[in-house]
């Protein structure tokens, strides 16, 4: 067990529906990362909050939006879902805000299927 | 965020020593090597990092190159459970407002076999 909790572990929608992931970092942990895994794409960064700030961004699409909350739990938003939308979403935490000898720590996933 | 190259796929037999190997010809003096692994569709698991020193934990050994254009992982005695594709990553060492994410290659998917 990581420490990172991320809510649902599945999710199915239809094509222009709107979902939220939820992710709680380990206690204590100050920067959260989400992750896109598709089957064609591994894995792919989407963006990274750090104390409720955005810090970095990845390949994120506009019709996708995060946000992190001041007991740092963060929420990752889709919405006009499609069906390439499908995928492995993974969050992960660690302390700092970034120092390269801070490793990351990864949940177990919300698998999204769009129909 | 430098590049690294890894083996597409590796067998190992069981109890045997894992070595995965990467490079990462043009690391910078600021980027730490990291290893990940995943197994089937779980999340990214942490094995192990380093900079420029060998390091041991009680998962793996990395074994970094004097000049640290290449780096290996080391499962001593490999197991079913350590099937999986493993990533070798490099990341920079971030400053105050630096980010500092994972970038994550195709990975080397190893199978060890009984």
């Known amino acids: 067990d990581s420490g990172v909790t991320q809510t649902p572990k599945h999710l199915i929608t239809a094509t222009g529906q709107r979902v939220t992931l939820r992710c709680s970092p380990r206690?204590?942990?100050?920067?959260v990362y989400w992750y896109q895994q598709s089957l064609d794409q591994g894995l792919q960064f989407l963006i990274q909050?750090?104390?409720?700030?955005?810090?970095a961004k990845g390949n994120i699409l506009e019709r996708f939006s995060a946000q992190q909350f001041p007991d740092l739990h963060s929420e990752l938003n889709l919405s006009s879902l499609e069906l390439g939308d499908s995928a492995l979403y993974f969050c992960?935490?660690?302390?700092?805000?970034?120092?390269?000898?801070?490793?990351?720590?990864f949940g177990q996933g919300t698998r999204l299927t769009v129909v | 965020d430098a590049k690294t190259t890894q083996p597409t796929s590796m067998d190992c037999a069981e109890g045997r020593a894992a070595n995965l190997p990467c490079n990462h010809s043009?690391?910078?003096?600021?980027?730490?090597v990291y290893w990940y692994r995943q197994i089937h569709s779980q999340g990214p698991q942490y094995i192990i990092h380093?900079?420029?020193n060998n390091e041991t934990n009680e998962m793996a050994s990395l074994i970094i190159t004097e000049d640290r254009k290449s780096s290996t992982l080391i499962l001593p005695h490999a197991t079913l459970r350590d099937t999986a594709v493993y990533y070798c990553?490099?990341?920079?060492?971030?400053?105050?407002?630096?980010?500092?994410?994972?970038?994550f290659g195709t990975g080397t998917r190893l199978q060890v076999t009984l």
């Open positions: 992960a935490s660690s302390v700092g805000q970034g120092r390269g000898d801070t490793e990351a720590f």
């Open positions: 206690s204590g942990d100050l920067s």
């Open positions: 909050y750090y104390n409720g700030e955005e810090r």
């Open positions: 043009t690391i910078s003096g600021n980027e730490y």
């Open positions: 380093g900079l420029k």
């Open positions: 990553i490099v990341r920079v060492a971030g400053g105050a407002g630096t980010a500092s994410k994972l970038t």
